[in-house]
């Protein structure tokens, strides 16, 4: 399947009611580029995994490094509560069943799509 991108606009609740399997919370892109160096580090093994033989996965965009740092930031709260970029969660029946984040994701996400 492939990997998708949220339009900057999706409400976090609506990320519930996706078809795709997985949530990938990366930062936004600024000046062409991931503005966090963890989630550039992953970006070929998200493309790699998420590719067309993959799981289906959707992007999401957590803002620039102020937007994100800002305890008001929308995927803080309900209902994803994140705490860092990257993460990826697992949807099954649009609830989280499992999440990775930052240091976790290089060594387990290919089990993790398995599961």
């Given amino acids: 399947m492939p990997l998708y991108t949220a339009d900057g606009s999706i409400d976090p609740h609506t990320l519930k009611r996706v078809p795709e399997q997985f949530l ?4 936004s892109i600024v000046d062409g580029k991931l503005w966090c160096p963890d989630c550039v580090a992953i970006e070929e093994l998200v493309k790699t ?7 289906s996965a959707l992007i999401v965009y957590v803002g620039d490094r102020s937007q994100w740092k800002s305890p ?27 999440r990775l984040v930052d240091d976790e994701i290089a060594p387990r996400l290919a089990a993790f799509v398995k599961e």
């Fill in 24 to 27: 990938v919370f990366y930062s």
């Fill in 49 to 55: 995994t998420f590719g067309p033989d993959g799981p």
């Fill in 72 to 98: 008001s930031n929308i995927y803080r709260g309900e209902p994803w509560k994140l705490t860092s970029v990257p993460t990826i969660i697992k949807l099954k029946d649009g609830k989280e069943e499992a």
